[in-house]
């Protein structure tokens, strides 16, 4: 007899999801696309059939709660609002879908928050009450752990480090502004760099040589690790202005750890280095070397989905 | 039959105390010179015999707890660490010293965290579970809460909006460092802002016949209100680089109010308008409109010692 979760991760083109148990054991998983559903009420219905379907392949299993990770979703309302990556217009009601489609407790936040949770339950910030999650990605999210709970604010929409000002009057932002950290550190932001330091005249660089759409955070990573200069140097100015930040967020929450997680942090030490140099060299006195940096532990498993699974988990005991 | 909890304010100069009931009213009240006790262990003694003396004039009352607040406090150890502006060494370990002292559990935080507990059990946060205390004073100190609880972070620190950079390769700042918030947004800031603005040519001001000594914050509040050009000048740039440091809090802890408390926001509108100006102008999208500026409602009680008072009372419903 298993009581199992359904950890739900909301992507722009597909919908993953997973059945989990209290160790982080996926017994059972699948996956539905996202778009071609007419509206939120068809994909709900096909990944409740997709539930039923792998729930009826576990022997004994039975499902407890349903955990939602998705693009600007809303802790306290279980809504998603306004996510730019989804066809959905407005606010979606997404929880309570999922609780009449599987007559379970359903709950959900957004990735990042969902990420944060999932590395407190079964990943590296396993035993920590304070502690700061870090998605470099097409853009950077963040989930804020304090007193050993995901920091929601009052509206439910706090955790946006990405959209803290690294450089005043910097890089338009897709959010209207200018300068925000996430036009800087993230695998979009690292790839701006490197165009930057290529129009400055880095013809002997192998990225040089590089078509436009081939330009990804991944080639630049697979260039700085062959040794060529550009590629290096636009890691260092990455985990710099990376690491300036974090020295301002440490001031504020004093996290024992900051978790890096996604497509940036795949490449380790290229980025870990000059970040960790940053922040130490940046940090006001009493917080230096007492903040770590770690990588990830959930990121070769279904992050979002444990992720998800873990919120209704935690969701569980405080009921 | 009284339960009253001792509130204590350690301060440079002087440390003062009050004798609190749950509804906020200060029953007794006494101030020892903090620098003449030759260490803090006399000190305590002294604060505990005045607070003995003024239990004794109180009919039927009991002490029931007592709470300190103290530059550079550490909750989680009830330890004064290596404050700049205290004659004592190293780490004190002062609650333990008052437990001992009078009998009673004790705690400790430090003045910023205290104000914030003070404004949320008796003033402008009552009900508030995620707000933010900014005090303008000689630097500038905050307290941060989330989920109805101070942030502390994994040490006690947490909370240094103050040394978060505003200006990189700014002013020097006493951490070492330089740009920090506080060098522009405090009584401090303010008072060099202006003689930047002297040195640069604002002869016309009343402020260019003020005595280098003269020049306060309250002297420069002053010249605003009669209508000083440079004055009026002087608290916009402030309020611009207050409310633009604000915004990215706001986008960290998505607070439902930020409330000015200390000197500088004895000045009203002066700092209010273009600090929320400023802040609105400079929010992430989803965040305007929503987080409110809000003056202490404690500013002319003694708000230190109701805020010690406070992080008492809320350890004892804990308990």
Redesign the interface.
């Known amino acids: 007899m298993h009581d199992l979760i359904a950890g739900i991760d909301i992507g722009g083109t597909n919908t993953v999801f997973g059945l989990v148990d209290r160790d982080g054991v996926v017994h059972g998983e699948g996956r539905v696309p996202t778009a071609t559903h007419a509206g939120p009420e068809q994909l709900v219905h096909a990944v409740a059939e997709g539930i039923h379907t792998a729930l009826a392949a576990v022997h004994g299993a039975s499902l407890r709660a349903v955990g939602i990770g998705a693009p600007n979703g809303n802790y306290y309302r279980g809504t998603v609002e306004f996510a730019p990556n989804l066809a959905w217009r407005g606010i979606v009601p997404l929880a309570s879908l999922f609780r009449e489609a599987l007559g379970v407790p359903a709950c959900l936040t957004n990735d990042a928050n969902a990420a944060a949770i999932g590395e407190m339950t079964y990943g590296a910030a396993r035993g920590?009450?304070?502690?700061l999650l870090v998605t470099l990605g097409t853009g950077l999210g963040?989930g804020?752990v304090?007193?050993g709970?995901v920091?929601?604010?009052?509206?439910?929409?706090?955790?946006?480090?990405g959209?803290?000002?690294a450089v005043?009057g910097g890089r338009p932002c897709g959010?209207?502004?200018r300068g925000c950290l996430e036009t800087y550190a993230s695998a979009t932001g690292i790839v701006l760099t490197v165009r930057e330091l290529l129009e400055e005249g880095g013809t002997d660089s192998r990225l040089a040589r590089v078509d436009v759409e081939d330009l990804t955070s991944r080639a630049i990573a697979d260039a700085a690790a062959a040794g060529d200069t550009l590629a290096k140097e636009a890691f260092e100015i990455t985990g710099r202005t990376l690491g300036?930040a974090l020295?301002?967020?440490v001031?504020?929450?004093?996290?024992?750890a900051i978790i890096l997680f996604g497509g940036l942090a795949r490449s380790g030490d290229l980025i870990l280095a000059p970040t960790v140099r940053a922040l130490e060299e940046?940090l006001?006195?009493?917080?230096r070397g007492?903040t770590r940096i770690l990588l990830s532990a959930l990121m070769d498993r279904n992050a979002a989905v444990l992720g998800a699974a873990a919120l209704a988990l935690a969701e569980e005991s405080d009921r």
Chains 1, 2 share one sequence.
């Open positions: 920590m009450r304070d502690f963040s804020f304090a007193n709970h920091i929601y604010g009052h509206d439910g929409f706090a955790g946006e480090l959209h803290t000002i005043r959010c209207g502004r300036e020295a301002d967020a001031a504020i929450t004093s996290p024992e940046t006001l006195p009493i917080f007492k």
